[in-house]
T-cell receptor
Framework: KAGVTQTPRYLIKTRGQQVTLSCSPI?????VSWYQQTPGQGLQFLFE???????NKGNFPGRFSGRQFSNSRSEMNVSTLELGDSALYLC??????????????FGPGTRLTVL | KQEVTQIPAALSVPEGENLVLNCSFT??????LQWFRQDPGKGLTSLLL?????REQTSGRLNASLDKSSGRSTLYIAASQPGDSATYLC???????????FGSGTRLSIRP
């Protein structure tokens, strides 16, 4: 069974631009969660999608948004990029929603650099 | 508000030693606790998942324990190898907020 895949793996953007990251969960998994990882803040939860609906949201500004498609693939969008958005963005998939006591499987991440 | 702490932040031990990594959390109302491994610049690899009703889980040379009442979990690594060098993160699934809260990790280095 293929694992969680994320594209692209690396991305360089300039301030003010926008970016879209993609995550394909493990086949059969319906929940996709997104995290931002930085050296200073560690791993922080962005949001979770389940059955095309955002079920949970972390404390990030509205510039961070996402969506999930009917095949469970998810995209995350960041608009008006700031230098502080440089980070490793990780997505995780699970069979059911986060609150249902289940194991999370992570993708390799997308390394975003904002210049 | 759930807080997850991992101490020490970094640990270096010679190859072959048994070692214990610590994770503590402030709110005992959790669904489960998961241990992950992260290699530099890579994603997270799930090592062990302990449900709230369980006391421990084992996989190969790894053993994870959970004591909800004291808000602690340990990851025991037996006969450490250089390939075990990585950052180890624990994460708690908080039942009240249905969110996963991560610790800041312990960077482990195994000296040959």
């Amino acid at each position: 069974k293929a694992g969680v895949t994320q594209t692209p793996r690396y991305l360089i953007k300039t301030r003010g631009q926008q970016v879209t990251l993609s995550c394909s969960p493990i086949s059969g998994h319906r929940s996709v969660s997104w995290y931002q990882q930085t050296p200073g803040q560690g791993l922080q939860f962005l949001f979770e999608y389940f059955s095309e609906t955002q079920r949970n949201k972390g404390n990030f500004p509205g510039r961070f948004s996402g969506r999930q498609f009917s095949n469970s693939r998810s995209e995350m969008n960041v608009s008006t990029l700031e230098l502080g958005d440089s980070a490793l963005y990780l997505c995780a998939s699970s069979f059911v929603r986060q609150g249902n006591n289940n194991e999370q499987f992570f993708g390799p991440g997308t390394r975003l650099t904002v210049l | 508000k759930q807080e997850v702490t991992q101490i020490p932040a970094a640990l270096s031990v010679p190859e072959g030693e048994n070692l214990v990594l610590n994770c503590s959390f402030t709110d005992s109302a959790i669904y489960n606790l998961q241990w992950f491994r992260q290699d530099p610049g890579k994603g997270l690899t799930s090592l062990l998942l302990i449900q709230s009703s369980q006391r421990e889980q084992t996989s190969g040379r790894l053993n994870a324990s959970l004591d909800k009442s004291s808000g602690r979990s340990t990851l025991y690594i037996a006969a450490s190898q250089p390939g075990d060098s990585a950052t180890y993160l624990c994460a708690v699934l908080n039942s009240s907020a249905s969110k996963i809260i991560f610790g800041s990790g312990t960077r482990l280095s195994i000296r040959p």
